[in-house]
């Protein structure tokens, strides 16, 4: 849902958020921090994740999506996931949700799209003199100084470049069949079941086994497994002090049933 560009505009905060698939091993994101500063000094930077799997451009959509009301008015996000495709596809700037979202366009930007009003615009770099000398790394050596500024107020939103009415959209992680999305760093698996359906939801079946639906991972014993509501307002399967995961061999794409409720 396109709105027109006399719509108010949220006064962009100086706070940027970043989401990569960089990791952290290597000196990619401090690089890319130091390219921000560059471009402005007072920016206040927030690390969203950078261990997204290479490439993995639905997870880093869904990450997006979680990071929606959760940040200050006017923060600037920036994913830079899959970024050989920023030299191969438009960079798009998004608002939404008040604040502002950056990426190549490539679906990663296409959550914070869904069910809401937003503008496009597909950022010319060479219009704004930035980018003149990024090779392989256009994140940051174009990104980053595009990031700074748009959240230190030097380039306007409406001045990135032309608007953009056919972007990139990917099938979302949330839609589907009941099955696993995530599998988090403790060994959770996060379905896209949501949290509405717990009032008539008893237990979610998966990998042949029942597994009950409680309040906390505290309200089974050790080494059991339970059905919650995670911080993502979603169901996961976790093991009170262990590694649902590694338990039940399963990971990502793995069906699961409801029982005793639907979603």
């Known amino acids: ?25 290597d000196p990619y994101v401090g690089l890319w921090k130091g390219m921000l500063l560059r471009a402005h000094p007072k920016a206040v930077m927030l690390d969203l994740a950078h261990d ?5 451009v639905a997870l880093a959509a869904f ?25 191969t596809r438009r960079t ?19 959550e914070v799209m869904t069910g809401v009003e937003f503008e496009i615009r597909h950022v010319d770099f060479e219009r704004l ?7 392989s790394y256009l994140g940051r050596d174009a990104y ?10 030097r380039f306007g939103y409406a001045a990135l470049g032309p608007q953009c009415a056919d972007p990139v959209r990917l099938p979302p992680l949330l839609g589907g069949p009941p099955r696993v999305i995530y599998v988090d760093g403790h060994g959770n698996l996060v379905t896209n ?15 042949g086994r029942s597994v009950p639906v409680r309040g906390h991972c505290s309200d089974v014993p050790p080494g059991s497994l339970v059905a919650i509501v995670d911080s993502w307002d979603l169901v996961e399967i976790a093991e009170n002090q262990g590694s649902a995961a ?13 029982e005793n409720g639907s979603a």
């Open 193 to 207: 079941v949501r949290a509405q359906v717990i009032p008539t939801l008893r237990n979610l079946v998966i990998g």
């Open 144 to 153: 980053a100084p595009l990031c700074g500024g748009l959240a230190g107020g």
């Open 52 to 56: 997204v799997e290479a490439r993995d």
């Open 63 to 87: 990450f997006l999506g979680a990071a929606i009301g959760r940040f200050p008015t006017g923060t600037t996000f920036v994913a830079v996931v899959d970024p050989s495709s920023a030299k």
């Open 129 to 135: 003199g930035l980018g003149a000398h990024a090779r």
């Open 92 to 110: 798009l700037a998004v608002v939404a949700h008040d604040c502002y979202w950056i990426g190549p366009d490539n679906g990663v930007l296409g």
């Open 1 to 25: 849902m396109l709105f027109p560009l006399s719509r108010m505009l949220p006064r962009p905060s100086g706070i940027v958020a970043l989401l990569t698939d960089f990791g952290s091993r």
């Open 246 to 258: 590694a338990t039940l061999r399963l990971g990502r794409g793995a069906p699961v049933a409801l």
